[in-house]
Nanobody, 121 residues
Framework: HVQLVESGGGSVQAGGSLTLSCAAS????????MGWFRQTPGKEREEVAR????????TYRDSVKGRFTISLDIAKNLLYLRMDTLKPEDTAMYYC???????????????WGRGTQVTVS
């Protein structure tokens, strides 16, 4: 069982920056996918970025490439999302997620945080 808790959301002006954090606790698998999704009312949930501990790979959706950076401190069980050059379209509830397998991640991660709101004006 894994618990995820996000923090760091808030309101910023367009062009500004925010860093989100996700603290993981409980049983963490030998290897796993961990990353961020976001959702706006009326729109489907979308993946923002993810990392895979087994090979250190990271993946970003096109709209955030070059602006967002995901990082994971495995020893501390902390996941970060550095967001730079924020745009109004980045406004959403951001959720941290974790799943031990590729299939699980792409089918919908097993573990989720409650979310942290990011508002860009």
């Amino acid at each position: 069982h894994v618990q995820l808790v996000e923090s760091g959301g808030g309101s910023v002006q367009a062009g500004g920056s925010l860093t989100l954090s996700c603290a993981a606790s409980g049983y963490l698998y030998n290897s796993y996918y961990m990353g961020w999704f976001r959702q706006t009312p009326g729109k489907e949930r979308e993946e923002v970025a993810r990392g895979y501990t087994a090979d250190g790979s990271t993946t970003y959706r096109d709209s955030v490439k070059g602006r967002f950076t995901i990082s994971l401190d495995i020893a501390k069980n902390l996941l970060y999302l550095r967001m730079d050059t924020l745009k109004p379209e980045d406004t959403a509830m951001y959720y941290c997620a974790l799943d031990p397998t590729h299939m699980g991640w792409h089918g919908g991660p097993r573990f989720w945080g409650r979310g942290t709101q990011v508002t860009v004006s």
